[in-house]
């Protein structure tokens, strides 16, 4: 598995785990409150913050093994090429189909029930959805060889 490969789907765990506890301290505290809360700012960011930090730890602490296992060569340096590119380009491009979808529901929500909090609790997840699935699919499309 390329480092690539790896990255993503470390990627793909950091957005699935902080979407599950934010998903979980809503749950919480909309069990407290009676109701479903509104988006508070602090915890939203908290939530941005933690996908970006593990997402870059992951790809640091991957980089740093794979630096350490291999010999310091030319030969065995993974760079960022057309293929990759491709592969980028594709998976982008059928993601947005996912999170484009999951967006219209949030709509559909929206409408249904007229409640703005979950507007902004579907679209989140939608969008999180969204990115998982773009990192999944990259991998998907590096095994299928594009």
């Not at 997402?55 to 990759?84: G, H, M």
């Not at 189909?97 to 007229?114: D, E, N």
């Amino acid at each position: 598995m390329s480092f690539w490969e790896r990255g993503y789907l470390a990627t793909a765990g950091a957005i699935a785990l902080a979407a599950g506890v934010y998903a979980y301290v809503i749950w919480q505290r909309s069990i407290e409150a009676g109701a479903l809360v509104a988006p508070h700012a602090a915890s939203f960011l908290t939530y941005v913050i933690v996908v970006v930090i593990l997402s870059a730890l992951a790809f640091i602490l991957i980089a740093s093994r794979q630096a350490i296992a291999e010999e310091e060569s030319a030969d065995n340096i993974d760079v960022y090429d057309e293929r990759d590119k491709q592969v980028g380009n594709i998976a982008t491009a059928q993601a947005s189909h996912v999170a484009s979808f999951g967006l219209y529901l949030a709509l559909v929500a929206f409408i249904v029930h007229g409640s703005g909090n979950i507007l902004f609790y579907t679209a989140l997840g939608a969008l999180a959805i969204g990115e998982i699935s773009m990192c999944l699919l990259r991998v998907y499309h590096y095994n299928r060889g594009v």
